[in-house]
């Protein structure tokens, strides 16, 4: 997800690290398992630390962590590394009016059906009914 956020392509990801763009992919996919000397690498070039890729995961977790078969963080996380998921989130984060960012995600939770119509009567920001 962080190489499409900052508009980089699986071949310069690779050409940065020695790989193939197919190896890249691989990686991508989860079709191959990276070692924690290649993510820090990928860290490196993507300019972010190697926290960045165990956001939410707290030291010490057991059971049905997020490693864990069965998890769910609520959200598919795969949506989310879409073109479609980045450019969205993209977008959403470039509106600087918070009060719009905000009315905004109200009416895509309507349009969802994940909104909890009375709490938004009571706000008075009830946009479909």
Same mark, same amino acid.
């Given at each position: ?72 963080? %609520?959200?598919?996380? !795969?949506?989310?590394?879409? =073109? *479609?998921?980045?450019? #969205? ?22 349009? %969802?059906?994940?909104? !909890?119509?009375?709490?938004? =009567? *009571?706000?008075?920001? #009830?946009?479909?009914?």
């Amino acid at each position: 997800m962080r190489r499409m956020l900052i508009a980089m392509s699986q071949e310069k990801l690779g050409e940065s690290l020695g790989l193939t763009f197919q190896q890249v992919q691989k990686y991508e996919k989860g079709t191959n398992r990276i070692g924690a000397s290649r993510l820090y690498q990928i860290g490196s070039v993507l300019g972010v630390p190697i926290e960045y890729f165990f956001e939410g995961v707290e030291s010490g977790e057991t059971g049905d962590g997020p490693f864990e078969p069965g998890a769910s963080a %609520g959200f598919d996380m !795969d949506v989310l590394s879409t =073109a *479609e998921g980045i450019q #969205l989130n993209s977008a959403f984060f470039a509106i600087t009016d918070a009060k719009l960012r905000k009315r905004i995600l109200d009416l895509v939770k309507t349009l %969802g059906g994940m909104a !909890d119509e009375a709490e938004m =009567a *009571e706000d008075g920001k #009830l946009l479909v009914s």
